[in-house]
Nanobody, 119 residues
């Protein structure tokens, strides 16, 4: 399984960006997929995840109400719509997939895409 995240860039505070994650691999059928981020000098942080088959979504408190995860089951893609961006959202964003139930998806990782929010 390979994951590729893209869509990062530079945006002003209050703006929006949409990240996408494309999965490839034979018989790709994860239990869940999700997004993490890592800001400079900080640990990787969970952003949100979606149960692949059911579509249930959960978010961290820091992004709830501003970020939305969606997935296209037939295309094996996942998106992260980020609205009302804040400078503290600046980070490298990673998509990840988990093959079995676990608190977080962490079996496969994409390469990361940089999001920079200017004040």
């Amino acid at each position: 399984v390979q994951l590729q995240a893209f869509g990062g860039g530079l945006v002003q505070a209050g703006g929006f960006l949409r990240l996408s994650c494309a999965a490839s691999g034979r018989n790709f059928s994860p239990y869940q997929m999700g997004w993490f981020r890592q800001a400079p000098g900080k640990e990787r942080e969970f952003v949100g995840a979606v149960v692949w088959s059911a579509g249930n979504v959960r978010y961290s408190d820091s992004v709830s109400g501003r970020f939305t995860i969606s997935r296209d089951y037939t295309k094996s893609t996942m998106s992260l719509q980020m609205n009302s961006l804040k400078p503290e959202d600046t980070a490298v964003y990673y998509c990840a997939a988990g093959t079995h139930y676990s608190p977080y998806p962490n079996d496969y990782w994409g390469q990361g895409t940089l999001v920079t929010v200017s004040s």
